[in-house]
């Protein structure tokens, strides 16, 4: 494979495993693997639209709203000085959706998911200010940390999902340093973060 398709392949790993979605992926994951699958699947798909909405589809394209208002591409908003925006913008969207959570009585479970991504986005935004970490290992780092904590709640053998969240986690690493967004340091440590906050706060 020559340098052209390895980029290419690095920015399609880069865009499919957005932060954004580490909420979602874990709300499939207690449908799934927890009490929470008997719930009606009505149910469900309303929480799951709710949480897409807000933690996907609206800071998405906020933030590509004011990349274009800015005049930026992709790799110039990168820069560690442009990302606080970003930051303020994804945090803003997450703690909406927190709080329509606790406003319905949805379960605890649910809720301290989105309380976990909102954690680690606010842990990532403080780092930012000093050092650029990379939020994409942290969000992936926050689902093999989620597994953890509701393999424990829930008595399930994780390891088939670990085996396919690490090896996520590999690919996406490899990728942000392959398109020079981060150094080796910077992945390692948001995945660090991201674990450690998605075990400790679902816990």
Known sequence: MNTKNIILVARIVSMVFTPFYLPLVGLAALFTLSYLSQLPWRYKLVVMVMVYLFTILLPTLLIHLYRRY????????????????????????????????????????????????????????????WWKIS?????????????????????????????????????????????????LPQVLTGYAIGLLAGFFIIL
Request: aromatic letters at 12%; charged letters at 5%.
């Open 70 to 129: 800015q005049g930026w591409t992709l790799i110039e908003m990168g820069l560690r000085e442009r990302r606080m925006v970003p930051y303020a913008v994804s945090i803003v969207c997450y703690f909406a959706c927190y709080y329509l959570m606790v406003l319905f009585h949805m379960p605890s479970f649910m809720a301290r998911i989105l309380m976990a991504a909102l954690v680690i986005q606010i842990l990532c935004a403080i780092i930012n200010v």
């Open 135 to 183: 939020t994409h290992t942290a969000a992936i780092g926050g689902v093999t940390g989620a597994l953890l904590a509701f393999s424990f709640l829930f008595a399930f053998n994780p390891v088939w999902w670990l085996c396919l969240t690490i090896l996520v986690a590999g690919l996406l690493g490899s990728s942000r340093i392959i398109l020079r967004q981060h150094t």
